[in-house]
């Protein structure tokens, strides 16, 4: 079986490069006589995985020497808890705003620890658009203000950041990260799974300002608080060894590419065939905003449940597979993280014209 187009949201592709790169090494790691996953994570050669992880990633994201990257796991869902356990140092208080379901999580679980004010919200609509806010709202004191970067069920992205002024922003940016250029020093933390555009799961990517550490709340289990981490590297415990070695395989790849700037033109390129497809189509339709588009995830559907299963049946023969939306939206959605081709974008919008040539009524 040749290798498919894979438009899932998450796990996702991989670049091929870096799979085939991992196979060599598999059984072997630079003459080592073992694989990366046998290896003692304190072991010389180990250590020069992580900080070359390390490394790569803060050239290619250009992260200001004041921030810690930390290599932790639990996932996304983790820091749901542990932003609020760390940050809730002062105040008690934190703005959140909720642009879909995993913002819905991470506010049910900060009200567990403080008083959460949720600014605005997307929800009376499906979630398919960034809500509008007003500075007035926002809470003075609070110790932090958190957002969802980019919504990977329904596909929506911030394009403006709220400034937050003296409040460190905190963003979730599990489906984004990596996919264009940001500015690093206008977050407190930037946190991600690493499974939609980095590596496999395993490990989740904390990138924190380094005076947002050690003021966790007492409560906070050592295991959760940002400066055991910190203070150990990432080597308090087992980290996921063979998940960061992997990590580090895609940031030298997205350096070979020519950096995130090279990779954000190719993202806007590829979402670019989609969505003009899309704003073209008498049979298909988008589901998001025109203005909070996001570049990864790209939701679409068609008139009716039967057609739409149909679309992902034929897709699936032709492959290209996880086209299935989410089961809160319906529909579509194609994934197109970084490693996508191109080539994968244009073979899926080729199969949407010759789809709406023969179910189309024109
Ligand atoms: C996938 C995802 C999560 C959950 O990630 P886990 O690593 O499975 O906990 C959280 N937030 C966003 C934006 C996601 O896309």
Do not use: C
């Amino acid at each position: 079986m040749e290798r498919v187009y894979n438009f899932s949201a998450g796990p996702s592709m991989l670049p091929l490069e870096v799979l085939e790169q991992a196979a060599k090494e598999m059984t072997n790691y630079n003459n080592t006589g073992m694989s990366v996953m046998e290896m003692s994570h304190r072991s010389k050669v180990y250590q020069e995985i992580i900080d070359s992880a390390e490394n790569t990633l803060r050239d290619i994201m250009n992260i200001p020497d004041n921030y810690k990257v930390l290599f932790l796991q639990g996932g996304a869902s983790t820091q749901f808890a542990m932003i609020p356990l760390n940050l809730f140092g002062k105040s008690k208080k934190a703005d959140y705003v909720n642009t879909g379901a995993w913002s819905k999580k991470a506010i049910a679980e900060a009200k567990k620890y403080g008083e959460v004010s949720v600014l605005a919200s997307s929800e009376d609509k499906t979630y398919t658009y960034i809500p509008k806010l007003d500075k007035d709202d926002f809470t003075k004191d609070a110790d932090y203000f958190y957002i969802t970067t980019n919504n990977t069920i329904y596909g929506t992205k911030y394009n403006e950041l709220p400034d937050t002024g003296n409040v460190p922003l905190v963003a979730d940016m599990s489906s984004n990260i990596l996919s264009e250029e940001i500015d690093v020093s206008k977050f407190g933390v930037i946190f991600a799974g690493a499974q939609k555009n980095m590596g496999p799961s395993g490990v989740t990517i904390v990138i924190i300002r380094e005076d947002l550490i050690g003021n966790a709340m007492d409560i906070t289990p050592t295991m959760l608080n940002y400066k055991t981490h910190s203070d150990k590297g990432s080597m308090f415990n087992t980290p996921p060894t063979y998940s960061i070695y992997i990590a580090s395989l895609v940031f030298k790849w997205i350096k070979d590419q020519g950096g995130i700037k090279a990779v954000e033109q190719k993202n806007k390129e590829k979402a670019m065939l989609i969505y003009d497809y899309l704003d073209n189509s008498k049979l298909f339709n988008g589901t998001v905003a025109i203005k909070d588009r996001s570049l990864m995830n790209i939701p679409f559907v068609l008139p009716t449940e039967e057609l739409n299963e149909k679309f992902i049946t034929e897709a699936a023969d032709l492959n290209m597979v996880n086209l299935k939306g989410h089961r809160t939206v319906g529909g579509m959605r194609a994934s197109i993280y970084n490693a996508m081709p191109i080539e994968g974008v244009k073979t899926l919008v080729n199969y949407m014209k010759k789809f709406e040539e023969e179910n189309g009524n024109n």
